[in-house]
Nanobody, 126 residues
């Protein structure tokens, strides 16, 4: 079974930077949508930023625009660079891959992503 393994994250003060990586256990062909969700305690998991590999376009929630960058090395590795972090960015970050279909026109929900990372804690203190 395909597994996504995350690494990185951690704790920083507001204004600092963190990164998270996501590596697939095997090469995944036809993965056209990949990205990051996050979940704060007691809150729903929300889409944060996504990469459509068919045209390399990105889509992100307004709250992270200009601060978060998504990139990839290949179909096995996904990266998230988080700059100018704010306390409201605190949560568990999950990478997710969606094969066969391009990213939706709007920010996606969790449905349709069969491959998930284990989650990485990101803590931003004030």
């Amino acid at each position: 079974q395909v597994q996504l393994v995350e690494s990185g994250g951690g704790s920083v003060q507001a204004g600092g930077s963190l990164s998270v990586s996501c590596a697939a256990s095997e090469y995944l062909s036809s993965v056209y949508c990949m990205g990051w969700f996050r979940q704060a305690p007691g809150k729903e998991r929300e889409g944060v930023i996504f990469l459509d590999t068919s045209d390399m376009s990105t889509k992100s929630t307004d709250s992270v625009k200009g601060r978060f960058t998504i990139s990839r090395d290949n179909a096995k590795t996904l990266f998230l660079q988080m700059n100018s972090l704010k306390p409201e960015d605190t949560g568990v970050y999950f990478c997710a891959f969606r094969p066969y279909l391009k990213c939706p026109l709007t920010l996606p929900g969790t449905a349709g992503f069969p491959y998930w990372g284990q989650g990485t804690q990101v803590n931003v203190s004030s």
